[in-house]
């Protein structure tokens, strides 16, 4: 069975403070694995996809990264408007499904 | 781009009625369209996998005739809370994928259903 764990549960960081968030997973042919973010009461908004091992990908104060066991978020010099629920998921081959992990809850204090 | 809108994006209504929630994407035409719901500081849970025309794909345990799923077309789906009751009150979110995109998602604003 896919499954995603994230940690920590929550964050708390003064502005300026960088640090990242993990992705663990469990999958059998990943296909893709996809960070969102989730603002209280919003839908997830895309983030990444990354497919492969050694993929990085960056936006603004974000990058993410994936090895074959876990994927990391990296927040640098984050800002309070940072603050939101981190989402992780993935998708395995012949399957539609995003399996999401709990999420991180990042807190930024100015 | 990618963008998906829902409407309405909440709604109250009495136990025992019906609610439709629209979830359309606005400048892309969608293979694939999804619906979750996501109880309080939970994360998302995937109710059925929709395609423009064919029936949907629920979710183990997700009853297919509470929760009807109509893909008209290739850029709206919808969902109808049949014979709604409080337990249902949740927040329901869709998403969708195109062509082209790989497997990534794009997920509407989402829509708060309370039911009396």
């Known amino acids: 069975e896919d499954q995603v764990t994230q940690s920590p549960e929550a964050l708390r960081l003064q502005e300026g403070e960088s640090s990242s968030l993990n992705c663990s997973y469990t999958v059998s042919g990943l296909r893709g694995l996809f960070w969102y973010r989730q603002d209280p009461g919003k839908g997830p908004e895309f983030l990444f996809t990354l497919y492969s091992a050694g993929e990085e990908k960056e936006k603004e104060r974000l990058k993410a990264t994936l090895t074959k066991k876990e994927s990391f978020l990296h927040i640098t010099a984050p800002k309070p408007e940072d603050s939101a629920t981190y989402l992780c998921?993935?998708?395995?081959?012949?399957?539609?499904?995003?399996?999401f992990g709990k999420g991180t809850k990042l807190t930024v204090n100015p | 781009g990618a963008v998906v809108s829902q409407h309405p994006s909440w709604v109250i209504c009495k136990s025992g009625t019906s609610v439709k929630i629209e979830c359309r994407s606005l400048?892309?035409?969608?293979?694939?369209m999804f619906w979750y719901r996501q109880f309080p500081k939970q994360s998302l849970m995937l109710m059925a996998t929709s395609n423009e025309g064919s029936k949907a794909t629920y979710e183990q345990g997700v009853e297919k005739d509470k929760f009807l799923i109509n893909h008209a077309s290739l850029t709206l789906s919808t969902l109808t809370v049949t014979s709604a009751h409080p337990e249902d009150s949740s927040f329901y979110i869709c998403s969708a994928r195109f062509a082209g995109g790989g497997r990534t998602q794009y997920f509407g604003p989402g829509t708060r259903l309370l039911v009396l």
């Open positions: 400048d892309f035409q969608a293979t694939t």
């Open positions: 998921a993935v998708n395995r081959g012949g399957s539609e499904k995003l399996v």
